[in-house]
């Protein structure tokens, strides 16, 4: 190592502390170098030694001691003595002979059968039984009083001198007792001298004061001529600044719409509580598909039903899941319950934004996205949410066409740095032709979404005349993709540290 480099690196207080050290033999805790050093708080030791590490000068040496203190007993006994002690001098004051009761007299009522316990333990008196309990000193009792005893001698001693270090069969006499002592782990530190710390502050440290820090007025008055400006490392460690920024779906979900609206696309937005009218008839899902059962889907208590406003176009879907209507399909073939489609539920897509958009708008053309969140009764596990978002879209304008569906996702998917995009057949109720997308990704292919052209049994009851082309793509697969995750959970728990560490761009 560069000795002569190091030296010119060091800051004014790493400079003290290793002369600091050097006096005090290569060793010292941190309280010593303050003293011997000359600092004006001891947050600059601290400091400095962090440093004087980084740079191999110096090596920390920490330990964790025991220390003991008074406790709420304990200082009840610094001013009235020890109960056992109290009732001895009692029974020297009674002739050496007292009954139980004589102890209340000297002692409170909680002390007394410490006091008798503490009396025998010690051999100070004798206990025997006549018709009152009856307490009577001994000769090793008449020696103790006075003599003093270890527990008192600790009792002063941390009276005095709180926060003491003692062995732990030292502290024995006291730490059998309630409340009488409190004990605390400290941290001890010691900083050391290393071999090529050593060598640096033997070669000679000048402390003299230095510029660390460049400003105006320094540079105006001319006073950079007259003092050293202290070199800096670039290289040495230092600690990472995290200031805040959007969470990383917030991101995503910035940049998602962004695209689609650089793409010429209007984004609308929709109610969580939706009719089954809305969310699935209208949409072409039979009463009796599996998706409307109780394990698939919330329903809602309050409100349980949505009364259904748009009488014709009730007729007309009740028409369609019958026999088809006018469309040329054979419908499913069952009896339409407006009971059914009136039951409230927490939208399970968002294709019902968009259902609505074309019911309200059915003139052509329109290029339209919702962005939001959608409710399933799924498991939670690595990959799935009963709570998540979806990235819904249509075109509808004239003699749109599926090539133009693949040519949206595919532009779509590789602005979002997706370069290797396909599709492959699929299938939905509500959609004919329908077909998955997926993208390749660390070596495998990844399914992220569904698209197809809405079938007519959607697109003429609500006077859409057009193809409609629409798509459904999941927000948090993406992302899992984005940011290298294999747990969608992930994306939900407030991990600081991932959260600090995932760029902004």
């Known amino acids: ?37 000359g600092f004006s708080q001891d947050v600059e030791v601290a400091n400095a030694a962090s440093w ?20 709420k007993e304990g200082k009840r006994f ?14 020297s004051e009674k002739k050496g002979t007292i009954t139980l ?40 009792g008449k020696k103790a009083l006075s003599e003093v005893t270890d527990a008192e001698k600790l009792l002063r001693l ?54 660390t820090q460049v400003t105006s007025a320094i540079i105006k008055n001319s006073e950079w001529k007259q003092k050293t400006i202290r070199p800096y490392d670039i290289h040495a460690f230092a600690p990472a600044l995290n200031g805040g920024k959007p969470h990383p779906l917030v991101k995503l979900i910035a940049e998602i719409r ?56 009730l007729k007309k879907v009740a028409s369609i899941h019958e026999n088809g209507g006018t469309t040329g399909s054979t419908g499913w073939g ?34 339209v996205f919702s962005l939001e969140k959608v409710f399933r009764k799924e498991d939670i596990d690595t990959t799935h949410l009963p709570e998540f978002y979806q990235i819904e879209g249509i075109i509808y304008e004239e003699n749109a066409n599926f090539r133009q569906l693949i040519g949206i996702l595919k532009e779509f998917y590789y602005r979002m740095g997706f370069e290797k995009i396909r599709f492959r ?16 990704w660390n070596g495998k292919w990844m399914e992220l979404g569904g698209s197809g052209i809405f079938r007519p049994e959607v697109t003429e009851p609500i006077g859409v005349e057009n193809p409609v082309l629409a798509w459904g793509l999941g927000l948090e697969r993406l992302a899992m993709l984005r940011y290298g995750l294999t747990d969608i959970r992930s994306l939900y728990i407030s991990d600081l540290d991932w959260l600090r560490k995932t760029p902004l761009l």
């Open 334 to 367: 069952y009896t339409f319950s407006k009971i059914e489609g009136e039951r409230a539920l927490l939208r399970t897509h968002t294709t019902v934004n968009t259902i609505r958009y074309l019911y309200n708008n059915p003139k052509p053309p329109c290029k």
């Open 1 to 37: 190592m560069d000795v002569e480099k190091t030296i010119k690196e060091l800051s004014l207080s790493e400079k003290k502390v290793l002369l600091a050290l050097l006096k005090l033999h290569g060793k010292g805790s941190p309280e010593a170098i303050f003293k011997t050093g």
């Open 425 to 440: 057949p699929g299938y939905f109720p509500y959609t004919e032709p329908s077909m998955e997308i997926e993208v390749f």
């Open 52 to 71: 004087l590490q980084s740079k191999k000068l110096v090596t920390m040496d920490n330990h964790i001691k025991t220390v003991y203190s008074l406790g």
């Open 258 to 313: 962004q695209i689609f609206v650089e793409m010429g696309f209007q984004e609308i937005q929709g109610d969580y509580v939706e009719s089954c009218f809305w969310n699935m008839d209208v949409l072409f899902i039979p009463q009796d598909h599996p998706a409307r059962e109780m394990q698939d889907t919330f329903y809602c208590k309050i409100p349980a039903t949505l009364p259904i406003q748009e009488k014709q176009l």
């Open 78 to 91: 610094i001013e009235k003595g020890l109960p056992e002690k109290r009732a001895l001098n009692h029974l």
């Open 101 to 140: 009761n004589d102890l209340s007299v000297v002692l409170d009522s909680d002390e007394i059968s410490v006091a008798i316990g503490w009396l025998k333990t010690n051999g100070w008196a004798t206990i025997r039984k006549e018709k009152d309990i009856i307490l009577e000193i001994t000769d090793k």
């Open 158 to 211: 941390l009276h005095e001198h709180p926060e003491q270090e003692i062995e732990k069969n030292t502290i024995k006499p006291l730490a059998s007792r309630k409340n009488v002592i409190k004990e605390k782990e400290l941290i001890t530190s010691s900083i050391i001298l290393t071999e090529y710390g050593t060598k640096v502050v033997e070669s000679g440290l000048e402390i003299q004061e230095e510029i």
